[in-house]
Nanobody
Framework: QVQLTESGGRLVQAGGSLRLSCAAS?????????IGWFRKPPGKEREREFV??????????NYSDSVKGRFTIFRDDARSASFLEMTSLKPEDSGVYFC?????????????????WGQGTQVTVFV
């Protein structure tokens, strides 16, 4: 079992950049997990929108069309962490961002494929 903790969310002006971090518990074999980032937009509490994912072996990353070219996902297995580098932020990027881990599976767009979730970190982009 792995526990995930996101951090780095804050208020940021449109056009700015932000790096979100996802730290896994010390006991986790982080390399056994594919990692995904999802977000809940404001006013859509029941939706978890796919943002980005990275495979266990680092040979594949996936992005939603809305963030492609602006966001970068990467992982550091030695630190048991994943990061989401966000640039050229837009107000529509606002929301609660979650990282998720899927044990020994492929990275996926579908939130239901992930086994573990963090509590989320709030990102608010203002004009």
């Amino acid at each position: 079992q792995v526990q995930l903790t996101e951090s780095g969310g804050r208020l940021v002006q449109a056009g700015g950049s932000l790096r979100l971090s996802c730290a896994a518990s010390e006991r986790a074999s982080f390399s056994d997990y594919a990692i995904g980032w999802f977000r809940k937009p404001p006013g859509k509490e029941r939706e978890r929108e796919f943002v980005a994912a990275v495979s266990r072996t680092l040979d594949r990353t996936n992005y939603s069309d809305s963030v492609k070219g602006r966001f970068t996902i990467f992982r550091d297995d030695a630190r048991s962490a994943s990061f989401l580098e966000m640039t050229s932020l837009k107000p529509e990027d606002s929301g609660v961002y979650f990282c998720a881990a899927r044990y020994r599976g492929q990275s996926s767009y579908y939130s239901g494929d992930y086994d573990y979730w963090g509590q989320g970190t709030q990102v608010t982009v203002f004009v």
